[in-house]
Every structure is written in structure tokens, then in C-alpha cells.
């Protein structure tokens, strides 16, 4: 796996990839995954990244993340989240057609 | 702003592909040293939709041409922001990847999609992948015109490097998979 930009990160990361790996491959493909049982390790990766705030439960992710904080690129990554707004909408949008076998 | 397109396939199921995706920017894949760094900042399936939804960041040592780097401040590395979209009824993962570094000066968004070949739906993907490049400095057209030029030269030189890097990774993923017995990649080659 790749490192993280936090090498203090480095471990908690190969943990939380391996994880997401295996579920995504025997589960999530096969239609067959219920909750994100890596979920758990996310947030410690993400925690290793971040400052020692209060976890919003709404919005888990937009919390303030430490070591992206010093380095300036929360910002650039709020910036970039913004100008993603159009993928978004195009790419999470329900499939209006159901799939027909071809 | 100039335009970088290719259209290819590999020899693998999509759920190979699509599984070994994660694993792109890993130590096996020996042609792409340039990245450094690969961090999830998010990841969500929508509920409506099933669609798996990854933010990720990603980076980059830099190996832009020295007159470019001098022009671009000198940073040495740079960064990207993707996020991705996995639709496993359509069987389709959709990367959308653009610039953070330097985004005031050059505007680079990526789109590339993995999906079952029309030709082997059950054995091979199609990859289709196009990149807009649009230098944003004021000024000069000349060297606005240079600068898209070298980007998009840099595209194709990738591609290349690209594809062949992801064949070391699927290749292993399907020994490491073999060995493992995943039932997902085993049905997956019947």
C-alpha cells in the first residue's frame, strides 16, 4: 500500500487499507455489504491526521485535520471540494433506467 | 486549453481491475515513484444508490521542467485531489481528479472510467481516460500555450508508464488473490 503524507500515519493507514481492501473486494462488489466495518480503523487513521476535536456526527469528514492544517492544504482541499460539485452531481445521480442485461 | 485522450483495455475482469485500483499507487507498481503519498479524506456508499464514494489525496513529487517549476514558484511536490465513484450494478468506477498546487496558474482536470469491455464483459475493461489542461496566467499566450503543451506532453508520457505499472499491480493482485482464494476474483475468472 501507499504511504500517508503524515509518516506518523504510515501504520494506522496500511491497517485501515487492508481492511477497506478486503471488504470491498468479498463484499461490497458482491452486493453483499451491510455496514463499513472498517469504519473503525477510518477513524483512527483520520484521527492520526487530525486534531483532537469533537467528531461532528453529521459531517464526520469536514473536521479539521492536523497535519493537512499546518501544511495549508485544508484549505486547498476545501477549495477543490467546491470545484468537484459538478462531478458529484453528475456521478452520484440514481440510475434512472434500470440496467437490462446485455 | 488542450485536451489528452486515450481509450484502451486490460485483460482482466473489471472486479479485478476495479479492486486493484486501490492498490495503483502501491510498492508494486514499480513506474510510479512519482507518488508519494496516497490519503483517504473521506468515503461513503449513498444509501439510494449504492455507490461507493472515496475522496483521496494525492502526492506528488514533482519532475516538471525546471523552467516550468521556476515559473510555478519551485515547490517539489504538488498535490491532487480525486474523488471516485464505484457503481457496482453498473459496474463502473469513475475517477475525477484535478490540481490543488498551482491551481491559480494551470487547471487540470482528469476523468477516467473503468468498465466491462463491450467485447469480453466477463474477462476484460475498457479504460477511457481525457484530461483538459487550461493554463490560467494572464498574459502571455505564448507562454500559456508552451504550458498546456508541456502538461499534456506529460500525459502522454505517463500513459505509457501508466499502463504498464497497473499490469505489474493486476498481475499480483491476481497471484496474491489466487493464493488468498477470494471468492469475488474466483468467480470472477470462471
Known amino acids: ?102 | 486549453m488542450k485536451i489528452f485522450q486515450q481509450n484502451t483495455e486490460f485483460d482482466y475482469s473489471w472486479e479485478e481491475v476495479s479492486t486493484s485500483n486501490w492498490r495503483k499507487y502501491g510498492p508494486w507498481n514499480e513506474s510510479c515513484k512519482h507518488v508519494i503519498a496516497v490519503d483517504t479524506l473521506s468515503r461513503t456508499v449513498d444509501p439510494s444508490t449504492g455507490i461507493l464514494r472515496t475522496e483521496r489525496l494525492i502526492t506528488c513529487k514533482q519532475s516538471a521542467p525546471k523552467w516550468v517549476l521556476s515559473l510555478l514558484g519551485g515547490q517539489d511536490t504538488s498535490l491532487v485531489y480525486e474523488t471516485s465513484y464505484v457503481d457496482p450494478s453498473q459496474r463502473s468506477v469513475t475517477l475525477c481528479s484535478m490540481n490543488m498546487t498551482w491551481s491559480d496558474l494551470l487547471n487540470v482536470r482528469e476523468t477516467c472510467i473503468y468498465s466491462p469491455s463491450s467485447s469480453d464483459p466477463g474477462k476484460k475493461t475498457k479504460f477511457q481516460q481525457r484530461a483538459e489542461v487550461t493554463a490560467l496566467c494572464g498574459g502571455w499566450a505564448k507562454i500559456k500555450n508552451k504550458l498546456e503543451e508541456v502538461t499534456v506532453e506529460r500525459f502522454q508520457q505517463n500513459a505509457a508508464k501508466g499502463r504498464e505499472g497497473f499490469e505489474m499491480v493486476l498481475e499480483m493482485s491476481r497471484r496474491a488473490f489466487q493464493e488468498q482464494k477470494s471468492p469475488i476474483l474466483r468467480e470472477a475468472r470462471i
Open chain 1, 1 to 102: 500500500m501507499s504511504a500517508s503524507l503524515a509518516p506518523e500515519c504510515n501504520e494506522v493507514k496500511e491497517r485501515y487499507d487492508n481492511c477497506f481492501l478486503k471488504w470491498y473486494s468479498e463484499k461490497f462488489l458482491r452486493g453483499t455489504a451491510t455496514t463499513d466495518e472498517c469504519d473503525p480503523l477510518f477513524k483512527q487513521y483520520e484521527k492520526c491526521l487530525s486534531v483532537r476535536e469533537p467528531i461532528s456526527l453529521v459531517r464526520p469528514t469536514h473536521h479539521h485535520q492536523k497535519v493537512l492544517k499546518e501544511r495549508g492544504i485544508d484549505k486547498m482541499v476545501k477549495e477543490a471540494r467546491e470545484d468537484n460539485r459538478e462531478n458529484d452531481a453528475e456521478h452520484m445521480k440514481p440510475v434512472s433506467v434500470p440496467s437490462s442485461p446485455s
